[in-house]
């Protein structure tokens, strides 16, 4: 049976610990690549799934690590946003969803730290990152087009919900596969 998370597995190995949130970072970046414009401020892409897995299959606190690499990236200029603006998408309509995803991850973490053996919970972990998203991204969104909540929700997240939800699905599905990937020798 595998371990709830893999920090759990590798506490006392930085090295394997710092080199699998790094993994995380970059497929969140490779993520932010599949970019769809629906005519809304927030383009579609799989981060929403990656940022979800690194929480399920790193646990909080290196879920959250592998999130706050990602963001400073960006911060650092470098284009790896889904719209390849660098720095400018933490000011931009998307500033909000970004650093949400730092929290989301460390949220998704901690509640599969604590009871992930399901894939029902893992699921209902994803979609709790998912509100956590959405809390930071709506609210953000709000005040950079100066618009009420409601209306942000309305082009900032609701074209969103289903598919995040099968993000959430998927992401838990995989958990365990990312787990055993990661762990080979």
Do not use: C
């Not at 893999?6 to 080199?19: G, I």
């Not at 660098?86 to 509640?111: H, Q």
């Not at 893992?122 to 609210?139: D, E, K, N, P, S």
């Not at 618009?147 to 998927?170: C, E, H, I, N, Y």
């Amino acid at each position: 049976m595998l371990q709830q998370t893999l920090t759990h597995r590798y506490r006392s190995n930085l090295l394997w610990r710092v080199l699998a949130a790094l993994s995380f970072t970059a497929l969140t970046a490779l993520s932010a690549r599949v970019s769809v414009e629906i005519g809304t401020p927030v383009p579609f892409t799989l981060q929403v799934l990656v940022v979800l897995l690194a929480g399920m299959v790193l646990g909080a606190r290196d879920g959250a690590l592998s999130q706050a690499a990602y963001v400073a990236l960006i911060a650092a200029g470098l284009p790896y946003d889904a719209r390849g603006i660098g720095s400018a998408a933490l000011f931009g309509p998307t500033g909000g969803f970004l650093l949400g995803f730092i929290f989301a991850a460390g949220v998704v973490g901690f509640l599969t730290e604590r009871a992930a053996k399901r894939l029902l919970v893992r699921f209902l972990a994803g979609i709790v990152g998912v509100a956590v998203i959405y809390m930071f991204g709506v609210a953000h969104l709000a005040m950079y087009a100066r618009m009420d909540l409601a209306r942000a929700w309305t082009v900032g997240a609701q074209p969103f919900v289903a598919l995040d939800m099968l993000k959430s699905l998927l992401a838990a599905g995989l958990t365990e596969s990312a787990r055993l990937l990661l762990t080979r020798r």
